[in-house]
């Protein structure tokens, strides 16, 4: 329950620090999202992983 927590937390976060801002494309949104996520678990020194899913 806890990693639900942390999760959902993140992802406030995140959307607090990007909100507001524009993005000419899903390339920026992504990058700025990444470094978020990035900035936050240096932060907070935890591990963050990313995992790459192949959509084709």
Do not use: K, P, W
């Amino acid at each position: 329950m806890l990693g639900l927590d942390l999760e959902n937390t993140q992802l406030i976060r995140i959307s607090h620090e990007i909100a507001g801002q524009m993005f000419d494309n899903e390339y920026d949104l992504a990058m700025a999202v990444m470094n978020g996520m990035t900035v936050r678990s240096q932060a907070g020194d935890y591990a963050l992983e990313r995992f790459i899913f192949n959509c084709t």
